[in-house]
Structures are given as C-alpha cells and as structure tokens.
C-alpha cells in the first residue's frame, strides 16, 4: 500500500527513456553483429575442413584394412548443389561407410575441378596416394566471406594429409600447399 503522501506519477518509464534504452541496445547490436557472423563462418569453415579430413582418412583406412584401392571424389559447389565429399563409384561406396559428407553453405577451391572433372583421390592398398593426380591442396571458405580460409593439403607418396591457414588468396591459380600454413 502506497502512503498517503506519494503521487503515482513516478511508478513508469517515459517514452523518452524507453527511446534512450532502445537506440542503445540497437548500437550494441550494430557493433556485435558482424563479430558474430564472423564466428559462424570461422565455425562452418572449420567443420567443412574437418569433416573433408575425416572423410578422407576414412576412406585411406578402408583402403588398407580392405587391400584395394578406395577412391573419393571432392564434388565443387554450383549454384545448384552443395560440396560434397563422394564415394567415386558403387564399388567404393564401402570406402565411406558413413556416408556423403555435403558441405552446406561452403566454397571449396582446389586445382582445375569442375562439376563435368571433379577431383578424385586414390588410395591404394597401403593407404598411399600413387597417381599424380591425386595429390593436392583443398581451399574451404563461404561464399560470402573469403576469410576466413582454411586448406587441407593432400600429399602424393604417403597419403599425408595436412590442416591449415591458407596464407593466399581464394582466386590463387594455381593454389599453392606452400601458402597451407600449419601450426606445430
């Protein structure tokens, strides 16, 4: 109960106080937004980059424990598909038994691949990476934001494969593994 004495006048907000709280909130947000979508690219770049890894030492480990070769194809993206990491045949559908790895809302830049040329990486029976055209270095970035870029880096000979920060640039012809700059 309110003594006797006070005015109900002073129990609200104005509308000038209102107004103050809003613009405030509304520069905070201004100022935040662009960090945080930022951070959601760095995330998706990093997911892709990660699950293009796992894909791939998947499919070197089946080559192995199967003795045969297992093939992957890296699928670029098109206005009308996503990238995806692909078994390159029925016959190597085993080779990825956990399925198609799709990269939604991803760029992916490697040597001169194309939809009708994709990439296609060959492991034989020992998980090494022998036809020349196998090795080579993966950008991944999003559409809209070139950077973050990171790069997956596919070594011939041994099957080796590398994770890192791509020092160039996503239009770099050709792309160089020796701008994929890894920490120790």
Known sequence: MLPLNTSQKHLGFTLFELIVVMIIIGIIGAIAAPS????????????????????????????????????????VDTPTQPAAIVPNSDQDRECLFSGDRVLQGITIRSKPTTPA???????DFKGRINTPSSGGTLLFATPNSPRPLKCLVVSRGLGLLRIGDYNGSINDNPISPGNCITSP
């Open 117 to 123: 040329n994709p990439w296609v990486i060959t492991f």
């Open 36 to 75: 945080f979508l930022a951070g959601l690219n760095a995330r998706r770049v990093n997911e892709a980059t990660f699950q293009t890894r796992g894909a791939l030492q998947e499919a070197q480990r089946q080559a192995i424990r199967r003795s045969r070769n297992c093939s992957i194809r890296i699928v």
